[in-house]
């Protein structure tokens, strides 16, 4: 089913533009629902997204195509899902949300969760690194990502496009591994960072890829620097959980919250701002990979677009008033 359903993806950005459409419609269940990141969140059906995200984008990207670096499947609620991630890649000939193109290639950082029924998709998640694109096309909006921001890379051994039938104990042991993770990030404290022991759950030297704003860090020093310091000063009050989809296979996990986590901008710092004291939400994507009994790499995907228009920062508003976007 896994390899069946990556099969027809690929196909329909590999084949001929104008039967693309019917491709995408093909792929999805009569009363199928799509849910994406901030600009596209007012979308709610399969067919309003072709309209209104893949057609614009097609146009924008006409060679564009999939790359999947990891993709998985698994039961969550008695439910089929199948998690994906990787980036498209093509050139962007035509605008796309208001900026110009850059006539070079643009590449897409995705995540992906479907839940199918008879090999039809009838819910789907997707957040796209959008803040990523912006800043291939020269129109980075805050301050600079303190993390490394470049194309992320898939699984250190290439294995992330599982094939055959996963060890049960291999899969037992990833969720297992993950859960005990998540569950000690819970215990902070609201005053030292080494009151979650998060060591005890990764490999010395992990790898951990944040989207456009974080960026990607290696080990728990750079990590707390890069990404955790700022995000728990931000919002000490952080809650997660309530997950659409969790699922494990092998020794890939993935999860995803819409939202999964609420909080508080009690805290500055984060992505630049000053804090606004709201109360906010956050579309939240991860996959996991474990080595051993440790957790190895971590490919992060969060709103930002949606969360900083939460935070009182209108990233597009702010490009149109500064007249960096072009009509539509």
């Not at 993709?71 to 899902?81: E, H, T, Y």
């Not at 190895?296 to 949606?306: K, P, R, S, T, Y």
Request: aromatic share 12%; glycine share 10%; hydrophobic share 40%.
């Amino acid at each position: 089913m896994r390899l069946a359903h990556r099969t027809r993806v690929c196909e329909a950005f590999s084949c001929a533009k104008d039967v693309r459409k019917a491709r995408l419609s093909a792929l999805y269940a009569p009363n199928g629902k799509w849910f994406g990141s901030r600009p596209f969140d007012h979308v709610e059906t399969a067919a309003e997204a072709i309209a209104m995200f893949w057609e614009p984008l097609l146009d924008a990207v006409p060679d564009l195509e999939r790359r999947e670096d990891i993709s998985l499947a698994g039961l969550w609620r008695d439910s089929v899902w199948i998690a994906a991630t990787g980036h498209y890649q093509g050139n962007f000939l035509r605008p796309w949300l208001g900026a110009f193109p850059t006539r070079g290639i643009i590449r897409l950082r995705f995540g992906e969760f479907s839940r199918m029924e008879s090999g039809k998709i009838v819910e789907q998640y997707t957040i796209i690194d959008i803040l990523d694109f912006l800043r291939q096309a020269d129109l980075w909006p805050i301050v600079p990502s303190l993390g490394c921001v470049d194309l992320t890379p898939g699984p250190r051994e290439h294995d992330g496009l599982l094939s055959g039938v996963a060890d049960s104990r291999e899969t037992v042991l990833s969720m297992q591994v993950v859960e005990a993770m998540i569950a000690g990030l819970m215990r902070y404290d609201r005053v030292s960072l080494d009151s979650m022991e998060q060591w005890k759950f990764w490999s010395p030297h992990f790898s951990w890829y944040g989207p456009a704003g974080i960026g990607a860090c290696r080990g728990q020093e750079q990590y707390r620097r890069v990404h955790q310091g700022p995000f728990l000063n931000a919002f000490p009050d952080r809650v997660g959980g309530d997950h659409k989809c969790r699922i494990a296979e092998g020794r890939f996990v993935a999860s995803t919250g819409w939202p999964s986590i609420r909080a508080t901008h009690t805290g500055g710092g984060f992505l630049g701002l000053p804090p606004t004291g709201r109360k906010i939400t956050m579309r939240v994507m991860d996959f996991w990979k474990r080595d051993g009994d440790l957790l190895d790499e971590n490919w992060v995907f969060i709103d930002l677009i949606d969360l900083l228009h939460q935070m009182d920062f209108d990233v597009f508003g702010r490009l149109r008033e500064s007249g960096h976007l072009s009509p539509e």
